[in-house]
């Protein structure tokens, strides 16, 4: 979906919470890139940005919402949506790489979430798109990468910040 959480009506979310900090502290923009349609119907909410890197997007579904939700789009799919878009975009950034990160939110990370996401992490490689995929449970802090070392060297930090962020915001007063 390409609007914003108010416009949907979810703006309590943890997924419309995560994507603002995204916007007002990285710099990106709600919706999806150019050739990146079928990314925004396979999630609920979709942010990217173009800087001197290339594109970073980030698709985000929120099981909280609907604990039945899943980002279903195989790798290679999400592999030539990020092509379309760095061909669509080609003028936006000096670089020509793509880095997608799927995030599942809302649900503590299982054995079958983990089998199911991991398969979709992929190094740039000669076509320089990644995709990382997360699980991130705001409630309990529980979160899941499938990048290499928990992803700690790729936004882990910034996601347990978002997650303690949101639950003090939404802390019942004492």
Do not use: N
Not at 74 to 80: G, Y
Not at 87 to 102: F, L, N, Q, Y
Not at 114 to 137: F, K, N, Q
């Amino acid at each position: 979906m390409t609007t914003s959480p108010e416009q949907r009506g979810d703006a309590a979310s943890f997924a419309s919470y995560f994507a603002h900090r995204a916007v007002a502290e990285r710099g990106f923009v709600w919706g999806a890139p150019d050739g990146a349609q079928a990314l925004a119907g396979a999630a609920d909410v979709v942010v990217h940005r173009w800087d001197a890197r290339g594109l970073k997007l980030a698709c985000m579904v929120d099981r909280a919402r609907d604990p039945e939700r899943r980002f279903a789009l195989t790798r290679e799919e999400v592999t030539a949506l990020a092509s379309r878009c760095l061909d669509a975009g080609a003028a936006r950034s000096p670089a020509r790489h793509a880095s997608i990160e799927v995030f599942e939110l809302g649900s503590p990370p299982t054995p079958e979430d983990r089998a199911r996401l991991g398969p979709l992490r992929r190094a740039s490689g000669a076509e320089g798109i990644d995709i990382t995929p997360w699980i991130l449970d705001p409630s309990t802090g529980a979160l899941w990468s499938g990048a290499p070392l928990g992803g700690f060297f790729v936004g882990r930090r910034f996601f347990q910040e978002v997650m303690r962020g949101h639950a003090a915001a939404h802390r019942p007063p004492a």
